[in-house]
């Protein structure tokens, strides 16, 4: 008897990530594709750099002190979007996002990334605001409780296997590729005891 896509049941695979990271916007491109080939069920977390790296004296993600309160503000907007309309439209809203201020390099965009995605443009009202602080700092702590302070983001959790993070990659792996990185990764995750490895790494290439 076949099994119909709705009646398998998927992987559930939440990735926690910062929206103003581009290594982690590239990280989800492949979590696109590995939608595509493998069968997960992704539930996208938010986590945040300033939360994650405010106890420090020197904050690496912002070493002069420039951004402050704006790169708290996409990850505001983003938990807005999940408290109020859901996981698949946060999904939709980093896609639209993400396009913009990583590939297109367009930071002002916001507003338009919410339209892209169809969501309400009202809640961009909350990007400067304190309103979803302590929900964006509960997600984090979740995320961060399954892998250490001591690394950053991304943080994927792999239903019935455990916590990595990362995997950091550049460019993304497409197709069958993807479906092969995921493999290698849940095993990994898997593996009791495994640690890290981990090499230089080369350039940016959104792909």
């Known amino acids: 008897m076949n099994v119909s896509d709705t009646e398998r049941h998927r992987v559930t695979v939440d990735f926690w990530f910062d929206p103003v990271c581009p290594y982690t916007w590239i990280t989800s491109r492949w979590l696109r ?13 938010v986590m945040s750099l300033a939360a994650l790296n405010e106890a420090r004296d020197v904050d690496p993600e912002d070493p002069e002190g420039l ?12 938990a807005a979007v999940r408290e109020r309309h859901g996981n698949e439209a946060l999904g939709r809203y980093f896609d639209a996002l993400g396009a913009r201020i990583h590939a297109r390099q367009d930071w002002s965009g916001m507003a338009a990334a919410l339209a892209d995605a169809g969501l309400p443009g ?3 009202s909350v990007a400067m605001t304190a309103e979803y602080d302590a929900v964006v700092r509960a997600s984090h702590e979740e995320g961060v409780a399954l892998v250490g302070d001591d690394v ?16 950091v990659v550049s460019p993304a792996p497409k197709g069958e590729a993807a479906g092969r990185l995921w493999d290698g ?23």
Do not use: N, Q, S
Not at 34 to 39: I, Q
Not at 67 to 78: D, I, L, N, Q, S
Not at 152 to 167: D, R, S
């Open 33 to 45: 594709e590995v939608e595509r080939v493998r069968d997960i069920a992704l539930h996208w977390r």
């Open 122 to 124: 009202e809640l961009g």
């Open 185 to 207: 990764m849940v095993l990994m995750a898997g593996a009791e005891g495994f640690y890290e490895f981990r090499r230089p790494h080369g350039e940016l290439d959104f792909g």
């Open 152 to 167: 950053g983001t991304p943080v994927i959790a792999v239903e019935g296997v455990g916590a990595l993070f990362g995997p």
């Open 67 to 78: 951004y402050g309160e704006y790169m708290k503000a996409h990850g505001r907007v983003c």
